[in-house]
């Protein structure tokens, strides 16, 4: 199983090489021509926040250089990393960055939200906003809205983010209370706005991307205290957020006429890191099939649901590599233990796939992230459970617990990752071999 899981790690570099940010961006402003330019005596600033923002602003900075005015960066801690900072400093220009906390955000992440605001009010007419977002903004940048305070909204997020609640409805709660979401930001700005975004939500929305920072969302997209209490999210101790839910929606004041939003790209999703695979896998002889469904539901659910699929695409005689991707959920109990949705996802399938051979899941987030952990994910085969149950762990209790970070790594099921400079989501790659190690059969590469 080692061969397998070699090739899916190389599967997994090629597909998050075609959505690195900095590759990425450097490519559409290449692709665009160049034409960034502000008013006669205006400034080009530049905005980067996300957990992919420090490798996209090092992108724009390869390409526009000395003509950036001024930068700010807010990202996940640890993201930051040396070598997209140096694209930075080499341009001269003055820049801020700002580590902030993820999945649940922190004072800093107020703080962040502050200077984001004032970052972009003090623009003038004449000057350019280059606004690059990728996932993770809604933690790493929190404003609230009066009466909401910033404890209370520390606080929902949590709840929400360890709700069973889709990413669509919980942005539309963190719109609500927020002072800087849904649009809000862009209105501070005098100046006009391009958006360069990666995509980590479902359809590629823009207004569901970092919270919807410089879009609006659509009129019939509003969350209810209602919705809420019936997802089991408790509001009678957060006054401030709970009078939000309750009023009529308006609009945050923010500064007249702004030009808003004057133009948007996509520059990085998940179906281009999939779209990468076709020719790995052609050059080495090897079928690929995607899963038509998306990964939304609750991530124990879709493990099983993909190990069941994949012995099945097994006994059916096909092989190759089986895709899928998205963003399942882990509703969370009372005391739940350490663990992520991409870990969860790939210790549920370690029990469907229990005794097999010839199969091997790789499960992980692309930023190099999964929960309040320092694994991207896990890879599972048949030996897995059976391994843990060796070692003395329980893993059905585990599983049941969301305590699968800690089984995991005990056995090196987990996978490891720095900040992959990218965040598409997560992303499933199932090797689907022969279980009797058939040397005709298309075989890992050694």
């Excluded at 199983?1 to 899916?8: K, S």
């Excluded at 009129?219 to 809420?228: H, P, Q």
């Excluded at 469904?293 to 092989?319: F, H, T």
């Excluded at 051979?357 to 952990?373: F, H």
Aim: aromatic share 4%.
């Amino acid at each position: 199983m080692r061969e397998i899981r070699a090739a899916l790690s190389e599967a997994w570099e090629v597909a998050l090489r075609r959505v690195h940010g900095r590759q990425a961006v450097h490519d559409a402003l290449v692709r665009e021509g160049g034409g960034w330019h502000p008013k006669p005596g205006g400034r080009l600033r530049m905005v980067s926040v996300g957990k992919a923002a420090m490798a996209m602003a090092a992108g724009a900075a390869s390409v526009l250089g000395r003509r950036l005015d001024g930068t700010l960066v807010v990202t996940k801690r640890g993201h930051a990393l040396e070598d997209w900072t140096e694209l930075l400093l080499d341009t001269g220009c003055p820049y801020r960055c700002i580590e902030a906390g993820h999945p649940y955000p922190d004072a800093t992440s107020g703080a962040a939200g502050l200077a984001l605001r004032s970052f972009v009010a003090e623009l003038r007419e004449q000057d350019l906003l280059m606004a690059l977002v990728s996932g993770g903004a809604s933690a790493l940048t929190v404003m609230p809205r009066p009466p909401c305070t910033l404890q209370e909204k520390l606080l929902l997020h949590r709840r929400l983010v360890d709700s069973a609640l889709p990413i669509d409805r919980i942005n539309a709660v963190r719109r609500r209370v927020s002072a800087i979401k849904g649009g809000a930001l862009a209105r501070w700005s005098r100046a006009p706005i391009l958006v360069l975004g990666m995509s980590d939500v479902p359809g590629d929305a823009w207004h569901l991307l970092g919270g919807g920072l410089f879009h609006e969302p659509p009129a019939d997209e509003e969350a209810s205290e209602d919705e809420l209490l019936r997802a089991g999210i408790r509001l009678d101790d957060l006054p401030g957020a709970q009078a939000l839910l309750r009023a009529p929606r308006s609009s945050t004041v923010a500064v007249a006429r702004s030009p808003g939003v004057q133009g948007a790209l996509l520059v990085a999703t998940l179906e281009l890191a999939v779209d990468a695979l076709a020719p790995w896998a052609r050059a080495r002889g090897l079928s690929l099939r995607r899963r038509d469904a998306v990964l939304r539901g609750e991530a124990a659910i879709e493990g099983r649901s993909i190990a069941r699929e994949a012995l099945d695409l097994q006994a059916k005689g096909w092989r190759g590599l089986f895709v899928s991707g998205g963003e399942p959920v882990v509703t969370l109990g009372e005391r739940p233990g350490v663990g992520g949705r991409a870990q969860e996802l790939a210790f549920a399938a370690a029990e469907v796939l229990r005794g097999s051979t010839g199969v091997g899941i790789w499960a992980a987030g692309t930023d190099g992230t999964d929960g309040p952990t320092d694994a991207a994910g896990a890879y599972v085969d048949g030996a897995t459970w059976p391994r843990m149950e060796a070692a003395g762990w329980r893993p059905e209790v585990c599983l049941t617990g969301h305590d699968t970070f800690a089984a995991l790594r005990a056995i090196g099921a987990s996978v490891i990752t720095k900040a992959t400079g990218t965040n598409v989501n997560d992303l499933v790659l199932t090797w689907v071999g022969d279980p009797s190690g058939d040397p005709s059969d298309p075989q890992p590469p050694h």
